[in-house]
């Protein structure tokens, strides 16, 4: 079946660390999205690629890098960088074109300690 | 832009009691619709959708019309479970981006 899965579903990361999230899609979709979703809050947007080898910020983009050079894959490294990283992190994808869906991964959380 | 705006919540309803939660919606042009559901712990995932007005989506006994004269998309079930507790998001996906714009999202809690 097709889909978005990420990993790892849980993450710990010291403070002063960075980490990767990984998002891989088996739609055929070009374009992917990475959100953030903090307790009570609705989405924002981080980075997002609609196709290989671009990617552009979202709204909070600080403090995280992404790299897209494959079409089915969109990593997310949350660097030391970034104050506040606890959160939960969303990856999507669509197929780029408007007026159409988005399919969301399972989400990974991510916790400072 | 374009922009979504949904009632906040959350919304605590009885278990078989009737559910409303409003959005409305700004865009240019005619944007497809959507709502979305959010389980604890999980990604979002499509409960419905409406591509062009006066279109019912459905599903899981939830229902929502795509009202272009008022420009909303409000999400309505007849009858709720304890199982329906979940977070939902109103969404447009519209001519001027194809970046899904998605509302602050509605708690829904279901009392036994």
């Known amino acids: 079946d097709g889909g978005i899965t990420q990993s790892p579903k849980y993450l710990f990361r010291k403070e002063g660390q960075n980490v990767t999230l990984s998002c891989e899609q088996n739609l055929n979709h070009d374009a992917m999205y990475w959100y953030r979703q903090d307790p009570g809050q609705g989405l924002r947007l981080i980075y997002y690629?609609?196709?290989?080898?671009?990617?552009q910020k979202g709204d909070i983009a600080e403090g995280y890098s992404v790299s897209r050079e494959k079409k089915e894959s969109f990593p997310l490294t949350v660097t030391s960088a970034q104050k506040n990283p606890t959160a939960f992190y969303l990856c999507?994808?669509?197929?780029?074109?408007?007026?159409?869906?988005?399919?969301f991964g399972q989400g990974t959380r991510l916790t400072v300690v | 832009g374009d922009s979504v705006t949904q009632m906040e919540g959350p919304v605590t309803l009885s278990e078989e009691a009737f559910l409303t939660i409003n959005c409305t919606y700004t865009?240019?042009?005619?944007?497809?619709l959507f709502w979305y559901v959010q389980y604890p712990g999980e990604g979002l995932q499509l409960l419905l959708k409406a591509t062009k007005a006066d279109d019912k989506g459905s599903n899981k006994g939830f229902e929502a019309t795509y009202r272009k004269e008022t420009t909303s998309f409000h999400l309505e079930k007849g009858s709720v479970q304890v199982s329906d507790s979940a977070v939902y998001f109103c969404a447009l996906g519209g001519a001027g981006s194809y970046i899904p714009t998605f509302g602050r999202g509605t708690s829904l809690i279901v009392h036994p």
């Open positions: 865009a240019t042009g005619y944007p497809s």
């Open positions: 999507a994808s669509s197929n780029g074109t408007a007026y159409t869906e988005a399919f």
């Open positions: 690629s609609q196709i290989v080898n671009d990617f």
